[in-house]
């Protein structure tokens, strides 16, 4: 079993990961549990997958289940408040623990509700997809999107735990799956190079749950997060690192209206973006900016790239919430294994490469 700390100056929690670490669910929430309510928050079809389990764990302390939509495009202020009026009729009060089992859209508004209710009611993350489980679930990040933009209302507020089963992923949607490894592929470009040559060798093996592979991936990607929260728990230098190939992603979804892209495949093409990026501005090699690419490409196809103006994508850009009087900080790969924040680049190059960004796609699929 794998045990992970996040040290942050909100607190210290651990991440619990291991195969059938579902199963110890009850106790740790026994060892959290203060006569505060008892909530479960996840959607209708991870409940579907995983509620008898869940419940079965649960089975010795009462406890309140509410379902919401987990669709990106329902990550909104309104599903918040739907939830705490839940909250508030079933009587929970600020000793109230929230589990949260599901997704990254489940965890980000589960994260937000305990963050609002009360002023701060505490939460356990229950991971259930592999891009929770590397990522979103690990760090205290929470938030909605509005129209204008992706997760523009959120707030930063750490679990007391994250258990993460990958036995979990067993049930995810191939869609899903291969959506998660996007975000396994930045932990390997932005700080873990041997991470990036496992992931060439081995992703069609990885791609069919392969679980001693898989174990070894998801640990590797969730250690990183914890190094990088812990040094810097609310993005104020380092950890914007972890927003390679996000910002163009989070344009991509709010210029779709949250309904062509699942959140990892919007990354994929983000990273895409950053990597020519730092190609034309000679921060990386033409070898390297291929290999990445050529990664990118081997998760599977990415849904068909929309068109949309450049100029559509720099005011989207611009309302980013990591933008600065307009302007955003890239993070662009200096190399496999390295890359550089707060990155400078003109617009028209961020044109030149969007309008490029199917060809871009196309060559790394052919060299594959």
């Not at 408040?81 to 009587?91: D, H, N, S, V």
């Not at 104020?236 to 989070?250: E, P």
């Not at 210029?255 to 000679?282: C, D, N, P, Q």
């Not at 990415?302 to 309302?319: G, Y």
Request: net charge positive; with cysteine; charged share 25%.
């Amino acid at each position: 079993m794998n045990i992970i700390q996040v040290k942050t100056a909100s607190g210290r929690y651990d991440v619990v990961y291991a195969r059938g670490a579902l199963s110890r669910l009850g106790s740790a929430v026994k060892g959290l549990h203060d006569a505060g309510g008892l909530f479960v928050l996840s959607s209708p079809r991870v409940w579907k997958f995983w509620g008898r389990e869940v419940a079965r764990n649960l089975r010795s302390l009462p406890h309140d289940i509410i379902l919401f939509d987990d669709r990106e495009s329902a990550k909104r202020l309104a599903t918040v408040e739907t939830i705490c009026r839940k909250l508030t009729r079933a009587g929970a009060d600020r000793r109230s623990l929230i589990i949260a089992v599901g997704g990254g859209v489940v965890g980000d508004v589960a994260g937000f509700v305990a963050a609002s209710y009360l002023r701060g009611v505490r939460i356990l993350h229950v991971p259930t997809t592999l891009v929770a489980q590397v990522d979103s679930a690990i760090g205290g990040k929470t938030g909605v999107d509005l129209p204008e933009g992706k997760n523009l209302v959120g707030a930063f507020y750490p679990p007391e735990m994250v258990i993460a089963d990958p036995s979990t992923l067993h049930t995810l949607p191939a869609r899903q799956f291969r959506s998660g490894f996007y975000e396994v592929i930045k932990y390997a470009v932005i700080g873990d190079a041997d991470l990036f040559d496992f992931l060439e060798s081995e992703m069609d093996t990885l791609l069919k749950l392969d679980m001693r592979a898989l174990e070894w991936v998801i640990a590797r990607c969730a250690r990183q997060k914890a190094r990088i929260v812990s040094k810097d728990e609310r993005e104020s230098g380092l950890r914007q690192i972890l927003n390679f190939g996000h910002t163009i992603g989070h344009a991509l979804e709010t210029l779709t209206g949250y309904k062509r892209f699942l959140h990892g495949e919007a990354v994929g093409w983000g990273m895409l973006a950053a990597t020519e990026i730092a190609a034309a501005t000679s921060r990386l090699s033409e070898r390297d900016a291929n290999r990445i690419a050529s990664l990118v490409v081997s998760c599977g196809a990415l849904p068909a790239f929309p068109r949309i103006s450049s100029h559509a994508l720099l005011k989207t850009i611009s309302r980013d919430k990591k933008s600065r009087s307009g302007r955003v900080g890239w993070v662009l790969p200096r190399k496999i294994g390295a890359a550089e924040i707060g990155a400078s680049v003109p617009d028209k190059v961020i044109s030149r490469v969007w309008r490029d960004l199917p060809g871009t796609c196309n060559r790394a699929r052919k060299r594959n």
